[in-house]
């Protein structure tokens, strides 16, 4: 064997701490949530109204507002892609574009709910609703669907557009027959990362969609909603003794949402790289 | 040779990519209904050359197109031309097939299906008429709903060849269409280029001087951007005039 230095050999463990750390810290995360909610989760909390001691109304709020936020962001993001991949003169300010997209994503969600509060909500008189909820999540999602999109949209072969182009077919029928079908998986899989991501979003939403208690669910998007997340952190919050199994039920639920989520955009992404020919 | 109005003729063709002078004032008439072959060591600007005469060019950024290519009389860079019928009359096929991500009856039905025919009973018959034009029918009649990449090599270059025929073009343009093809494959596309001569008028780009010699009745020599030698295929191999040509045909380099 090639000999190594002491120094060497113990790198690799020293290394490896962190990431057992992490692998305990995810492992303990989902033990302790999960025997919580399950322990705590029946069909009767599930399908039950707020009012009576359920948690129906936040559950379907929550699918509203991601429904909802992901029919936004999805046509106006894959446009911007296109727009930014095959249209935009490759030069500053496309380089200007993508590096203020880029820190966008970074920019804490509270600031999103402040900007969303103070713009959709007062400025445009939206109010404290869903639509003003759906259009803040989608300024957050915004990046990482247009982002995931440009990267899909790039890898489509060349080829495809010079033979699209070369039978008549112009610039836009190319890009719309051949560049978004082949990148259509790739765009539906930084969608549903991108959703995903603000499945557990409170900060953005506190101020600008979400109430703590109203009746039934709303019926148009200009009314306000329920949602988990706040839900979760209102009853933590302000009771002095939280009833915690309701509380564990409902993180049960918004973590298994993030997780089917996470596996359907991996499973979208397996069925197609395997049909992939070219 | 026949002296009649040519096809496609350039005049004073400059392409530049970048500062990069690549083809350089290229005078050049291509005939109907005859195979011409543009002959040349790689690099010299062949393919860039034949994709001036579609305006395939100008996908990429950073090119820069000076002088005519008059199609029927008729300039093709000038501002206000229908593209999409230029591209309609001058069909292409690619130095590696490049099938559409579709099935065998798509990628032939596309082109059509662009130029705004639906009915279904038309593009069938299109479909079948240009798949034997390429000798594929019998090949494929049973499997039109197959993914084109089911294909061998050869098979994704002749149904090419099909697609770039569904449209009707005057004119075929075919960068090194056996590039990628073995001896067989690329023996079935040679007698291709044969037979559809007769109908279309065919540009082809090859490095291959034998194929050269096969299958086109002229033939010109391209070498750095430039023409250097024009003419009948057969005189041309036998008697080049210029010394260049004579070096480059028995292999001095290339």
């Known amino acids: 064997m090639k000999y190594q230095s002491p120094k060497e050999r113990v790198l690799p463990y020293l290394f490896s701490v962190p990431a057992i750390i992490l692998i305990l810290a995810s492992i303990s995360i989902l033990l302790f949530v999960g025997t919580g909610g399950v322990l705590a989760i029946n069909w009767e909390m599930v399908s039950k109204s707020v009012l009576k001691g359920g948690i129906f109304e936040p559950i379907v709020g929550t699918l509203y507002l991601l429904s909802g936020t992901m029919a936004i962001s999805l046509p106006i993001g894959v446009l911007t892609a296109v727009y930014l991949v095959e249209y935009a003169p490759k030069g500053r300010t496309n380089r200007i574009i993508t590096q203020a997209m880029n820190n966008l994503a970074g920019v804490p969600s509270i600031v999103f709910g402040l900007f969303g509060y103070s713009f959709f909500c007062r400025f445009l008189g939206f109010g404290i609703s869903l639509l003003s909820g759906w259009l803040t999540l989608t300024c957050m999602v915004l990046p990482i669907v247009i982002r995931g999109s440009q990267e899909a949209i790039r890898m489509v072969p060349k080829t495809f557009r010079e033979a699209a182009e070369a039978l008549g077919a112009s610039k836009w029928r190319a890009i719309r027959d051949l560049v978004l079908t082949t990148a259509a998986p790739g765009i539906a899989t930084s969608t549903i990362l991108g959703i995903s991501r603000v499945a557990g979003e409170t900060a953005a939403i506190l101020f600008t969609s979400s109430v703590f208690l109203m009746r039934g669910l709303p019926s148009t998007p200009f009314d306000p909603v329920m949602v988990l997340t706040y839900h979760i952190y209102v009853l933590l919050v302000t009771s002095p003794s939280p009833v915690l199994d309701r509380v564990f039920a409902m993180a049960l639920i918004l973590l298994g949402l993030v997780v089917v989520l996470n596996i359907l955009a991996y499973v979208v992404r397996l069925y197609y790289r395997k049909r992939k020919r070219w | ?254």
Not at chain 2, 8 to 21: A, M, P, S
Not at chain 2, 59 to 65: F, G, I
Not at chain 2, 208 to 225: H, P, W
């Open chain 2, 1 to 254: 040779m026949v002296t009649i109005n040519p096809k496609i003729e350039t005049k004073n063709l400059n392409v530049w990519y970048g500062d990069h002078h690549v083809i350089k004032d290229v005078n050049l008439k291509i005939f109907e209904k005859i195979v011409t072959a543009i002959i040349g060591p790689s690099g010299c600007g062949k393919s860039t050359f034949l994709m001036t005469l579609n305006r395939l060019l100008d996908l990429n950024s950073d090119v820069h197109v000076e002088g005519e290519v008059l199609l029927d009389g008729r300039n093709i860079y000038e501002p206000r031309l229908d593209l999409i019928e230029v591209r309609r009359r001058i069909g292409m096929v690619f130095q590696k097939p490049n099938p559409l991500p579709k099935s065998i009856y798509e990628n032939v039905a596309y082109g059509p299906r662009v130029h705004g025919i639906k009915d279904r009973k038309v593009l069938g018959g299109i479909v079948e008429t240009c798949l034997q034009d390429v000798v594929l029918w019998d090949e494929v009649y049973d499997r039109l709903k197959d993914s084109a990449f089911e294909l061998s090599i050869g098979q994704q270059q002749r149904l090419c060849m099909a697609r770039a025929l569904a449209v009707k073009p005057d004119v075929l343009l075919m960068d090194e269409p056996t590039s990628s093809l073995d001896p067989a494959a690329t023996a079935k596309i040679e007698r291709l280029v044969r037979v559809l001569g007769k109908d279309y008028t065919i540009i082809i780009v090859t490095h291959n001087m034998q194929q050269a010699a096969r299958v086109s009745d002229l033939t010109a020599f391209l070498y750095l951007g430039k023409i250097i030698e024009y003419g009948d295929t057969r005189s041309m191999f036998e008697k080049p005039r210029e010394k260049l040509t004579e070096n480059y045909i028995i292999g001095k380099f290339g």
